[in-house]
């Protein structure tokens, strides 16, 4: 690929973003920074060939990426980085002194949170008597009815932070932001244990498919 070109499109990029960019030049422009000597164009077009979206080559597995020709153990490990690294940016900006004022605050927040996290994830949220947040522990990777979610772990974490008010959450990757007979049943025996502890249990989120939904009222 001509110098020329690979400038041009960093320079459009720095005028403006990626705002006009289809997938193509979106996917060449990345891979300039892994494959600094030759045409990106057909790689991207090998990617997009064969997993279908731009959001579906970041979200290949990495075993998958490094069967397309072109891909190096290098260049598929920076794919897996970069939406990672827009959930953490999303997660440094969004833990300065944030206040929930209702439960979309909260919704939007964990919507942003689980950008890139394709396995079922527990987190749970530390919120002060205002409920501004102190902080937020994944708890668990696999099914929140697990076992493995220790109340007891829950309790000393919310302890530990001093926290007034709890709240957990956990995906459903590849299905809906309903919830299961499981999740309503787990929700009960949070909402009782903390309880105990004189700590408010604000609510029980869903994540899927950047949308959410609450179990509390419907218990």
């Known amino acids: 690929m001509a110098e020329g070109h690979r400038q041009r499109l960093k320079s459009r990029f720095l005028q403006s973003g990626l705002d006009g960019f289809n997938e193509i030049n979106t996917l060449e422009l990345l891979l300039f920074y892994t494959l600094p000597r030759q045409d990106t164009n057909p790689t991207a077009h090998k990617l997009l060939d064969r997993f279908g979206s731009f959001s579906a ?20 490990t920076f794919l ?13 900006k969004l833990t300065e002194k944030l206040q929930f004022a209702t439960l979309a605050d ?4 964990l919507v942003r949170k689980y950008v890139g996290i394709l396995t079922e994830t527990v987190f749970m949220l530390m ?5 501004c947040l102190l902080g937020c522990e994944k708890i668990h990777e696999g099914s929140v009815s697990s076992a493995a979610v220790s109340i ?3 309790a000393e974490t919310a302890l530990r932070k001093r926290a007034a008010a709890v709240v957990i959450a ?3 990757p590849s299905g809906l932001a ?32 950047n949308k959410y939904c609450t179990i509390m009222n419907k218990l």
């Open 57 to 76: 080559v970041l979200d290949a597995d990495y075993d998958e990426l490094v069967k397309v020709d072109g891909i190096s153990e290098h260049t598929a």
């Open 152 to 154: 007891r772990r829950i």
């Open 178 to 209: 309903l919830p299961s007979p499981d999740d309503l049943r787990i929700t009960r025996t949070f909402k009782d244990a903390l309880s105990t502890l004189e700590i408010e249990f604000v609510d029980h989120f869903i994540i899927a498919d």
């Open 127 to 131: 919120l002060d008597n205002k409920h």
């Open 170 to 172: 956990h995906n459903h």
């Open 80 to 92: 897996k980085l970069l939406p990672e690294a827009a959930r953490y940016y999303q997660s440094s």
């Open 106 to 109: 909260i919704g939007d927040y």
